[in-house]
């Protein structure tokens, strides 16, 4: 068996800093971070505790990892989650990352030292190394909302996120609107970034290309409600009044983007839903002993792709120019 200065050798640095990565308990420079963890990988290296927990996994408890716990959709996916789980006589356990490479390694090492029987993981940095991890030591993984990553592993609950902001840029066109951008002020994550691109595709089918000032846009395509709601209060208090002078969409339809003083434009995604539905997933898997990415019998992959239809409310309008204003 590996031991911790097999790993150390491997990528070229000392035991202390495989270490404080296996942990997460120092900052490590992102390429340190990947040689070692990639080291962990080719010499399956496995800490003690880990070690133990695979030879005994406990039966009751489900791991779920969200990059945030104040966004209202990753909480309603939390819900989900465990309402899916308590059916089952499952506990849950729950990361919240922020979508820091550190945050989910420790996260990785702390389900499998507690002997999780399976991860539903709804948001990750990007580059996140996170799910092969935990697959490579034999933990089901369901993916909630990151239908994007191409290893054939993990299970898959999502919504079609190409369908989706070609919905809204539709939208948007239909309007008048011409100067469109995105809104992802510190965007790390792999979810916001697949709809920043499905966002610049369905630009580019229309010959058009995502403006970089906010100031030059009349349209503002948010990569979630929270960011949405939040430029709102920004353009208001700017003394830009939106839809007048500027539409904003969003994405997920929390419960306040209907509230009567924000009534956002935005794509419904169902976050109970989605974790009810991952959970299921996760579950089967570890009962059956397989990966969650293969279907008992017929080993295909396995995706669920829910709806998500664009909600139409009082944030969006024409651009004033097309209203005769000449603006």
Request: proline share 4%; aromatic share 2%; glycine share 10%.
């Amino acid at each position: 068996m590996a031991r911790l200065i097999d790993v150390a050798a491997r990528a070229g640095v000392s035991k202390s800093t495989v270490s404080n990565v296996i942990r997460g308990t120092a900052l490590v420079a992102e390429e340190t971070r990947r040689k070692v963890e990639r080291a962990i990988a080719e010499t399956g290296y496995r800490p003690n505790a880990i070690a133990r927990s695979l030879q005994a996994r406990s039966g009751n408890a489900l791991g779920v990892i969200v990059p945030d716990l104040t966004n209202p959709f990753f909480a309603q996916l939390v819900v989900g989650v465990e309402r899916a789980a308590a059916t089952s006589g499952q506990a849950v356990l729950t990361a919240h990352t922020e979508c820091t490479p550190a945050a989910e390694l420790a996260a990785a090492y702390a389900f499998l030292e507690r002997r999780v029987d399976a991860v539903v993981i709804g948001g990750l940095s990007i580059g996140a190394s996170l799910p092969g991890l935990l697959m490579d030591h034999g933990m089901p993984v369901v993916l909630a909302g990151l239908g994007g990553i191409e290893d054939p592993r993990p299970g898959v609950v999502d919504h079609d996120t190409a369908a989706a902001m070609e919905a809204v840029v539709r939208h948007l066109y239909g309007l008048g609107h011409r100067r469109l951008g995105f809104l992802a002020h510190g965007l790390r994550e792999i979810a916001g970034e697949g709809r920043r691109l499905a966002f610049e595709a369905a630009l580019a089918r229309r010959g058009l290309v995502a403006v970089a000032s906010e100031a030059a846009a009349t349209a503002l395509v948010a990569h979630d409600d929270m960011h949405a709601i939040a430029a709102i209060d920004r353009l208001e208090r700017a003394g830009r009044r939106v839809p007048e002078d500027v539409s904003v969409t969003g994405y997920d339809d929390v419960p306040l983007a209907a509230h009567g003083r924000i009534r956002l434009t935005t794509v419904r995604a169902d976050g109970v839903e989605m974790g009810r539905r991952a959970t299921e997933m996760a579950i089967a898997a570890a009962r059956h002993g397989r990966s969650a990415g293969q279907r008992e019998s017929a080993g295909e992959s396995r995706r669920i792709i829910l709806p998500s239809p664009l909600i139409v409310r009082a944030s969006t309008a024409a651009p004033r120019r097309d209203r005769g204003t000449g603006a």
